[in-house]
């Protein structure tokens, strides 16, 4: 059984950062996707930035420029840079992955963590 747990999250003053990381545990397929998702208040859980071993790394646009997706393999762990923070950003971010394929639809995503609240204030 695989598992997910996301760390680093908090409260800023919007123009700050955070670095968020997800320790990933359990899964042990060559080929994967990895991602940040995000969910706010009355929002549907969005897509915020993917990662996969084609390899290919895609963001959202709302965030291109401004957040970082990585993966440190040795210690299998997933990163999420977040720099210049906006109050938009505020909502609770979740960790995924898919495993066996480098393919991924969004909706392929359904192992999750218990995610990690950040608030951006003005």
């Known amino acids: 059984q695989g598992r997910l747990v996301e760390s680093g999250g908090g409260a800023v003053q919007a123009g700050g950062s955070l670095r968020l990381s997800c320790s990933i545990s359990g899964y042990s397929a060559k080929n994967y996707c990895l991602a940040w998702f995000r969910e706010a208040p009355g929002r549907e859980r969005e897509q915020v930035a993917r990662?996969?071993?084609?390899?290919?790394?895609t963001y959202r646009d709302s965030v291109k420029g401004r957040f970082t997706i990585s993966e440190d393999a040795a210690t299998n762990t997933l990163y999420l840079q977040m720099n210049n923070l906006r109050p938009e950003d505020t909502a609770m971010y979740y960790c995924s992955i898919v495993q066996g394929t480098h393919y991924c639809y969004t909706s392929d995503f359904r192992d999750w963590g218990q995610g990690t609240q950040v608030t951006v204030s003005p």
């Open positions: 990662l996969t071993t084609q390899p290919l790394i």
